[in-house]
């Protein structure tokens, strides 16, 4: 049961303000059964009454984080090799930061600094090419982590992993629409890899929110400026669905973006170019017919010297 | 003078009504930018401002506005201070120490009371203030055996308001928990960090001493009783993180000597450590002028600054500057640095105080255990 062209309808947090059920309306979501990714919540999978009151469809929860939680207790081997990457990926992440730090800072320097304009844009351009290889490399690395995981560990060749894979095949065989919830992206994505779910959403409608919304593009890009510690910086955390190429989606921006530091803002949108950076604040909405922009409201994309500018639909 | 007893006094001796009105009308102390002007009424000898501050008179004298039952005095208070005083109120032969019958704002201690100044700038944090939306964590007993001080040793418990038995917790254990909960607001801190994903679910030990100023001052029984005796019952009593990157200590005052201490002796057991305003006296040659108490303080700290060793990967300091323990907590922190401490060290304009430890609890505990804030995109 998919749709001819699948709907990719992304939404920012759902608090204070509420849009899905508006949203989904405006879109022309039917009212048939949706199939619920709420792992990004972790414990809290499965809490989708407040969801429910919202729409009409009648919702069912995939529980993909309690299956793994299921799995990591019934298989230890399993369990032992997911926890061995994971402390791979959190060492990859923090030589990753170290080096970005010191790149950041100079490409901050070279944005802020002046002179001969011909010299300091080369300088400026250089400056940012360098960020790339790094996040390009990263990536690399991040991505060869997951494969060595994956090669064993996969849907279609461990018997475990394959269960529940067709069990959750069988509750999308049901749907024509899923629906990604917010909560925390790195363990979301993670949880829709482990059961190939990045390859079994592509036909489906997907209505998601926030992590959810982050989880569908090609690299899922963390950013917060207003830490206790203050500002950090960037980073790519991995690979994303691929859903939405050449997006990197920014949920919660208002509350998590420093937007009057123009520096700052500038490099994020010259670092993750050619990609659109676009918020996705509580309210906002941004609605695909597979990878074509159908229509917006309250979304705002960083243009590349970091000015923000609503998000218009062609 | 502030602009507001200007006014007061502009048409000479004020009428005591005019006096009511602007008692009603003012909020105390009156804070005029840097100046702050403390205001007493009543038929009295003298009047003194008591403010346990460090740089400045332990007493200083009120003024009597003539023609008045008003008593003024004025300070300078650079921006962003906070201070606790009281009002030493002398009649006759009697000599009395008061909360400023103007201010409403107190701060409380195992002392008693003070009256807090909250200078120009100062603003309390809005998350040591109960929120709503944060869900509260729950307090339970728990009995410690304990072979050290050959007695059981009653504590608290703080449990994140999502706990569940099938996850593991980081532990964080506190010196003089109960006085933090009761004069720091540590409960209401935590519900509110952890709701913000500031900082992590965490499963926080509440320890308090019979005995604080021997056991806490540099003693070896005390250290054994954490690592050989609290730490077992916490991993048997509750699902925790094992490792020291997941243990953190924390104390004030003497607290921070007692964390320091432990983690010194037992390095490798506490992956980091919360130090406010510790007690590190010590000294380079003669005998230290704080008194006996100090005494084992001080042979711990001047065996520590010889041969500092590695207590933890990550320490976080915070000592106000108007205490006299500032020029001891700056000094330790190249020592620990040094020995590839990763430490920071936050000064406040601030005093010897539960407030002041309070408020730099948000910086210290989401520095130390970061929260999945970075990671959660609601």
């Known amino acids: 049961m998919s749709p001819e062209t699948p709907l990719r309808l992304l939404l920012g947090p759902q608090r204070p303000v509420v849009n899905l059920g508006d949203a989904m309306a405006r879109c022309g979501i039917g009212d048939g059964p949706i199939g619920v990714i709420s792992a990004g919540w972790q414990e809290a999978e499965g809490d989708i009454d407040d969801v429910q009151r919202l729409v009409q469809n009648p919702l069912s929860d995939l529980r993909i984080y309690q299956r793994t939680e299921d799995l990591f207790a019934a298989d230890k081997c399993l369990h032992d090799a997911y926890r061995l990457r994971q402390d791979r990926l959190i060492e990859q992440q923090r030589l990753y930061r170290m080096r970005l730090k010191h790149l950041m800072v100079a490409a901050r320097h070279t944005l802020r600094t002046e002179g001969g304009p011909a010299v300091v844009a080369a300088e400026r351009r250089h400056a940012i090419s360098q960020l790339r290889a790094l996040d390009r490399h990263h990536l690399g690395q991040v991505e060869k982590l997951h494969r060595r995981f994956d090669r064993e560990f996969n849907t279609d060749s461990y018997a475990r992993l394959s269960e529940h894979a067709a069990a959750i095949d069988d509750a999308l065989s049901r749907v024509e629409t899923a629906l990604v919830t917010g909560g925390n992206v790195v363990v979301l994505m993670n949880r829709l890899r482990l059961f190939g779910l990045d390859r079994r959403l592509r036909s489906k409608n997907i209505i998601a929110w926030s992590a959810g919304a982050m989880v569908l593009c090609d690299r899922i890009v963390l950013f917060h400026d207003l830490m206790p510690q203050g500002r950090r910086d960037p980073e790519i955390v991995g690979k994303g669905m691929g859903l939405l190429p050449g997006i990197v989606l920014l949920p919660d921006a208002a509350k998590r973006l420093r937007a009057k530091d123009l520096v700052r803002i500038e490099l994020f949108s010259r670092r993750f170019a050619p990609a659109s950076c676009m918020t996705l604040d509580n309210g906002s909405l941004l609605l695909f017919e597979a990878e074509t922009l159908r229509d917006s409201d309250a979304a705002k994309r960083i243009t590349r010297n970091g000015k923000f500018r609503r998000v218009r639909a062609a | ?378």
């Open chain 2, 1 to 378: 003078m502030n602009p507001a007893l200007r006014k007061l006094l502009r048409k000479g001796t004020p009428e005591p009504a005019d006096i009511d009105a602007l008692l009603a009308e003012q909020d105390f102390p009156l804070v005029d930018g840097p100046d702050v002007t403390f205001v007493f009424r009543g038929t009295v000898d003298e009047v003194n401002l008591r403010c346990w501050i460090s740089g400045l008179d332990t007493a200083q004298p009120f003024q009597a506005l003539p023609g008045t039952d008003l008593w003024v005095t004025t300070i300078e208070l650079p921006k962003g201070s906070r201070i606790e005083y009281k009002f030493e109120v002398v009649t006759g032969d009697s000599r009395e120490l008061i909360l400023d019958p103007l201010n409403g704002v107190i701060a409380e201690d195992p002392f008693g009371a003070n009256s807090v100044c909250q200078g120009f700038g100062y603003v309390r944090p809005e998350w040591t203030l109960h929120d709503p939306q944060a869900r509260a964590g729950s307090l339970q007993s728990l009995q410690v055996d304990s072979s050290v001080f050959r007695e059981s040793r009653e504590i608290q418990v703080y449990l994140p308001a999502t706990f569940r038995s099938n996850r593991r917790y980081p532990l964080l254990i506190v010196h003089d928990g109960i006085d933090y909960l009761r004069y720091a607001d540590l409960k209401i801190v935590l519900d509110n960090l952890i709701h913000r994903l500031e900082i992590p679910s965490v499963i926080v030990a509440l320890i308090q001493s019979p005995d604080r100023l021997k056991e806490y001052g540099g003693d070896d029984r005390h250290a054994r009783f954490l690592v050989d005796e609290l730490l077992p019952r916490m991993s048997d009593a509750f699902p925790l993180l094992d490792g020291p990157g997941a243990r953190c200590l924390m104390g004030a005052s003497f607290g921070g000597v007692a964390a320091l201490h432990a983690a010194w002796r037992f390095p490798e057991q506490f992956g980091s450590l919360l130090l406010q305003s510790g007690s590190f006296a010590f000294s380079d040659i003669g005998r230290h002028r704080r008194g006996p108490v100090f005494d084992s303080v001080v042979r711990f700290m001047n065996e520590l600054r010889e041969q500092p060793g590695r207590p933890a990967e990550r320490i976080f300091m915070s000592c106000g500057m108007y205490e006299s323990l500032i020029y001891e907590n700056r000094s330790l922190v190249p020592h620990l640095q040094s020995k590839g401490v990763d430490l920071r060290f936050e000064e406040a304009r601030d005093a010897h105080n539960w407030q002041n430890w309070r408020d730099r609890l948000r910086t210290g505990l989401s520095w130390l255990m970061p929260g999945p804030a970075w990671l959660v995109y609601e």
